[in-house]
C-alpha cells in the first residue's frame, strides 16, 4: 500500500483494494445531494454559484443511501481497531448518514458542529441563513476504544481551555482557495486548512496513514503533510487531481504543532470492579464466564457482586470459591463476550484507564 499518493478511480472500488485493519485514521467530504432544482441570483442580479456538479446528483434518496453504505462499510473494514473515521456534511445528508454508520457498527463519539463565521446568505430570505455543517467522529464500534484523542494537545492548541465540540471557523476563500480556469473556484466545496487541522492534529500521531476517499483538491493531503502525516487520497474526477498535486508537492513548511507529543496520562492503580458498572462498561445481570470454554457462570449484581449457585461475592472470593483455593485475582479469572468473542475483564479494566481523562 503506497502511501503520500492520489489514486484516480472510484471510491468503492479502490477502498475495495486495501487490506483490512490499515487505515489509522479516515476524512471523508462526501457528495451531499445537495444540487439547487433552480437558478439562484443574488439581490444585485448576479447568478450564485451553487453545488450543480455531476458528482452530486443522485436519482433518489435510496440511490445516495446505497452509494454510502457502500463505502462506508469498506472504511470500516479498513479501519484500524485504533482508528477513527471523521464524516462531513449539512443538513442534507448527515443525518442519513448518520443512520447508516450507526447500522454498519460505528460509534460515534462526537458530533462536531462547523459555526461558519462567514456563511452565505439565504437571498431569497424564505429561511434562516444556514451557518452550520456537521462533522461525525466515530470508532470503529462500540468496544474500541483505543482510538487516538490528543486531548492535551488540543487544549494546548486551543490556549489552554478543553476545545469544545463547536469550532468557528470562516469558508475557505482568498488565497486558499484555489482557482481554476478564468479564475474561477477549481472545486465547489474546498474546506478550509483550519477545519482539517483540527480533525488531524487530533485524532491522529505523526507518520500515521490518514485517508481521505472524496480527496477533490487535496486540503485533507495539504494538511497532513504540514502535520507530518501520510496520506492517501482516492478521487474520481481527474481534473482535480493535478491541482491536488501541485498544492501539496509546493508544501515546504510544517506547522509548528506537528512536533508536539500528547502526554502520557496519568494511570490509576486501582480501579474497582464496581466503576465498570458505574460506567455502564459492564451491565447488571451480565454473565461473567471462568473460561473461554465457558465452564462456569456468574451473575453481575447492582452492587458490583457476583451470583454463582447461590453464593455471592466479589469477583475475587467467588473465583477463589470455584477454584478452592485460598485467594483469586477475579480481574484474570473472569471473561466476558463483547462483540461475540470471550474478553478477560481486565482487558475491560486497563481500556477503561487508558481512556479516562
Not at 443525518?95 to 458530533?111: A, K, P, S, T, V
Amino acid at each position: 500500500m503506497q502511501v503520500n499518493t492520489i489514486i484516480q478511480g472510484d471510491c468503492i472500488e479502490e477502498l475495495k483494494q486495501f487490506p483490512d485493519n490499515s487505515i489509522d485514521l479516515i476524512f471523508a467530504d462526501p457528495p451531499y445531494n445537495m444540487q439547487l432544482k433552480n437558478a439562484l441570483y443574488r439581490p444585485n442580479n448576479t447568478k450564485v454559484n451553487g453545488v450543480d456538479d455531476e458528482w452530486d446528483k443522485f436519482s433518489s434518496f435510496t440511490e445516495y443511501d446505497d452509494f454510502c453504505a457502500a463505502w462506508l462499510k469498506e472504511c470500516r473494514r479498513i479501519l484500524k481497531d485504533t482508528g477513527s473515521i471523521w464524516v462531513i456534511g449539512s443538513y442534507h445528508n448527515i443525518f442519513r448518514i448518520g443512520n447508516i454508520m450507526l447500522n454498519l457498527g460505528f460509534w460515534i463519539l462526537n458530533d462536531v458542529t462547523w459555526y461558519k463565521t462567514n456563511p452565505m446568505p439565504n437571498f431569497l430570505g424564505t429561511r434562516f441563513t444556514n451557518a452550520i455543517e456537521t462533522l461525525l467522529w466515530c470508532s470503529k464500534g462500540e468496544w474500541h476504544k483505543k482510538y487516538t484523542f490528543n486531548h492535551k494537545i488540543m487544549k494546548k492548541y486551543n490556549g489552554g481551555k478543553q476545545m469544545t465540540s463547536v469550532w468557528q471557523i470562516g469558508l475557505c476563500i482568498g488565497d486558499e482557495r484555489l482557482k481554476g480556469d478564468g479564475g474561477k473556484k477549481a472545486h465547489s466545496t474546498q474546506k478550509p486548512e483550519e477545519l482539517l487541522k483540527r480533525v488531524i492534529l487530533s485524532t491522529s500521531k505523526q507518520n500515521d496513514i490518514v485517508l481521505d476517499p472524496f480527496f477533490g483538491t487535496g486540503t485533507t493531503g495539504a494538511v497532513a503533510k504540514k502535520l507530518k502525516r501520510n496520506f492517501i487520497g482516492i478521487e474520481k474526477e481527474p481534473e482535480y487531481i493535478p491541482l491536488a498535486k501541485k498544492r501539496i508537492d509546493a508544501i515546504k513548511v510544517f506547522f509548528p504543532e506537528s512536533d508536539w507529543v500528547e502526554e502520557e496520562k496519568e494511570r490509576k492503580d486501582r480501579v474497582p470492579f464496581e466503576t465498570l458498572l458505574k460506567e455502564k462498561i459492564i451491565k447488571v445481570g451480565e454473565p461473567l464466564y471462568t473460561s473461554k470454554t465457558y465452564s462456569a457462570t456468574a451473575f453481575v449484581l447492582s452492587d458490583g457482586k457476583l451470583e454463582y449457585k447461590k453464593q455471592v461475592g466479589s469477583i475475587h472470593r467467588i473465583g477463589a470459591l470455584i477454584q478452592q483455593t485460598p485467594s483469586c485475582n477475579g480481574w484474570k479469572f473472569w471473561y466476558i463476550m463483547r462483540e461475540d468473542k470471550s474478553v478477560l475483564i481486565d482487558y475491560l479494566r486497563n481500556d477503561y484507564l487508558r481512556n479516562e481523562i
